[in-house]
């Protein structure tokens, strides 16, 4: 590998082992559902559990290379499955639960067909997973779930065959996102690039203070999902590779409760802990002024911000709500990164907290800013570059696509060569984020991709798409589009625009609930707005391919005809984005 | 209050939306456009006001403003104080 960080462990494995043997008394602790109590082990014992469960996986018949997802809540469960694959030299697949709105069966079908995708044969997950999924008719319930129960049951292979040797280069583990076809697609992600970006990402996090964060502080407090890539990497391998110690929350604790993230970051002396912006704004409008008494966040020295657009009037709100209670603004560190970066690409640091500059002429208008963020500069190794639309370099102050190079830069997506091919060249990832360098520091300003982000999940447009066309019909003649438009500190919203032939108000209120519901059911997904155009007014190329940016721009405008739409019902309309 | 009550008055000061339009046909996204963050809020608000506590098997099947009711009509709160 191309670095000169010396002495970076070969694989996982040896990083987890010598975090055993480093920092003995450090470790992982996990709360319960309820965020009160939480159960914690070293290291040392995740690196036994781990050997053991590998040994186990060897037992089931699990083979290296061979994909398994790992589809349960944050918990020791889920570390013992998923360290334990790693450590067999198979590659474990972090999965979601579908969120908390969306039915268990939205769940199911979506690892159903992740599993179909990549020829995945076992997922690990609960006992009423593999109950639910059975009684629904899942093919994949019946041989296919290994519950912990049946894992601990299973006789371990004998001798030290169960751990695969892995190689810096070899892939680790797949990566979740979302895909085009309305499938996820699968990121390879190799040894060395899940070692050596959190390790990079440490260096970069510290700068300010002259050295690497780990040799600052002890512990990072985190309620981020470990199915996405600022979970996993951020806030687990990080921690892992450089010693700290990690409480983790699940997210859905932190979005009943968002209290209990600072709560236990004043009481555990974190003084590390990310979150996308959205996190940050649920902290502002959920923690009431009198529920802020009592908190201590004055040894947070990294806040960091990612996973989607960092908006100042979220940061300013927050330093404003919780200067008193001992945040310092300065803590606030923006950064860039994405799942096919392995996660970080740029890191602010300067550690004087968000710095801006006007939006220039070309930030999308859809994002509604007038300043955009400095997401700092690479991290050691990584170079980034910004592309024209025929592939030339661009001069700094120019906009256009984020190209980055580097280490932690993915294989490819596992079973996807020409999806792979599209946006990778010679080790060059296109990333259809649009942006410019000023001083060598990124800022970004839209996307050329067709993508949502929504509190930092990536979500391609024709998953919401194939939902509204399975409630018109259409698909064929007529289609559906769905894009985002931000709506201030809110962030990004979906709109839904839906062609249709009925042109009846009473019937267009219907079809409009019905795909509300649909979209709600499967994905938990609120749209902001969803409006009946007529045959043809999506926008498409002469080859027929629909032009989701001129959509979206017709509609910031307001040059979208709608159709009128009466709900004899009167259930209420959900509020309209505003802009 | 009763239960029915309270658990409107929670819903209606989640939802942002006026407790007079709010309806038990009513979908929890699609009309009154809840996200999973807002859910999970709606749910400890509920367990908080009414002092029950509701499983994450019984929290996945709730669709609608009905569906709410009918649980929170359905628990009697325990006699203990609900952890908080």
């Known amino acids: ?579 | 209050m009763s239960i029915t009550e309270t658990a409107l008055a929670v819903i209606a000061r989640v939802s942002k939306v006026d407790i007079a339009e709010i309806r038990p046909d009513m979908d929890l996204v699609a009309d009154l456009g809840f996200d999973s963050a807002k859910a999970l809020e709606l749910l400890v608000e509920l367990e908080e006001a009414i002092g029950i506590e509701i499983s994450d098997e019984q929290a996945a099947g709730l669709n609608s403003v009905g569906d709410i009711l009918a649980v929170a009509e359905t628990m009697q709160p325990p006699t203990q104080p609900p952890r908080i």
């Open chain 1, 1 to 579: 590998m191309t670095t000169d960080i010396a002495g970076l462990p070969t694989n996982l494995r040896e990083g987890l082992r010598r975090a055993a043997l480093d920092v003995p008394h450090r470790g992982i602790a996990i709360f319960d559902g309820r965020g009160r109590s939480c159960d914690r082990r070293s290291y040392g014992e995740l690196y036994r559990l781990a050997c053991d469960s590998a040994a186990r996986f060897a037992g089931l018949g699990i083979g290296r290379d061979e994909p398994v997802l790992v589809a349960l809540p944050t918990s020791w469960e889920w570390m013992e499955a998923w360290f334990g694959l790693l450590l067999r030299g198979a590659w474990p697949v972090a999965s979601s639960g579908a969120g908390a709105m969306a039915a268990a069966e939205a769940q199911f079908e979506k690892v159903d067909k992740v599993m179909a995708a990549i020829g995945a044969r076992h997922v690990v997950a609960s006992d009423a997973f593999q109950a639910q999924a059975a009684a629904q008719g899942f093919g994949f319930a019946r041989e296919g779930v290994v519950t912990c129960e049946r894992l601990h049951a299973a006789a371990p292979a004998a001798g030290d065959g169960a751990l695969g040797h892995s190689d810096g280069g070899d892939v680790a583990f797949l990566q979740l996102t979302s895909g085009s076809t309305g499938v996820p697609r699968a990121v390879m992600i190799t040894h060395q690039g899940a070692i050596h970006n959190p390790v990079a990402s440490d260096e970069a996090i510290g700068a300010p203070f002259g050295e690497p964060m780990h040799r600052l502080t002890e512990s990072m407090v985190s309620w981020l999902p470990l199915y996405h890539d600022m979970g996993l990497i951020g806030c687990l391998m990080l921690p892992l590779l450089c010693g700290l110690d990690t409480w983790l929350l699940r997210p859905e604790t932190f979005l009943a409760r968002p209290r209990l993230w600072l709560e236990h970051l004043g009481s555990h002396g974190g003084s590390f802990a990310p979150a996308p912006n959205f996190g940050y704004q649920l902290c502002v409008e959920r923690i009431s002024a009198d529920k802020r008494e009592g908190l201590d966040l004055s040894l947070w020295r990294a806040a960091l911000t990612g996973a989607e657009m960092v908006r100042p009037e979220t940061t300013g709100a927050f330093s404003a709500a919780f200067e008193p209670h001992g945040f310092r603004p300065e803590a606030f560190r923006p950064c860039y990164g994405l799942a096919e970066g392995t996660l970080a690409v740029t890191f602010d640091v300067e550690g004087s907290g968000v710095r801006t500059r006007p939006a220039p002429r070309g930030t999308d208008a859809g994002f509604a800013m007038t300043e955009v963020v400095s997401t700092g500069v690479p991290i050691r190794d990584t170079r980034v570059r910004i592309a024209a639309p025929d592939g030339g370099g661009l001069p700094e102050g120019e906009i256009g696509e984020v190209c980055i190079k580097g280490p932690g830069v993915f294989r490819g997506y596992y079973g996807a060569p020409e999806a792979t091919a599209a946006v990778l060249r010679d080790g060059w990832f296109a990333t259809g984020d649009l942006g410019f360098l000023e001083g060598g520091e990124l800022y970004l300003t839209g996307r050329t991709k067709d993508l949502l982000i929504v509190h930092g999940h990536n979500i391609m447009p024709d998953e919401i798409e194939r939902i509204a066309d399975s409630v018109t019909g259409g698909g064929g003649l007529m289609r559906s589009a769905a894009f985002s438009v931000a709506r201030g500190a809110a962030g990004e919203q979906a709109v839904v625009v839906v062609e249709i032939a009925d042109h009846d108000p009473g019937r267009l209120a219907e079809i409009g609930h019905e795909i509300r519901v649909r979209i709600g059911r499967a994905m938990g997904l609120p749209v902001a707005d969803l409006l009946f155009v007529r045959r043809g007014r999506i926008p498409r190329t002469t080859s027929g391919k629909m032009q989701r940016g001129e959509l979206r721009q017709r509609y910031l405008d307001g040059t979208l005809e709608r159709l009128h739409v009466h709900d004899p019902a009167g259930r209420a309309p959900a509020q309209e984005p505003s802009r």
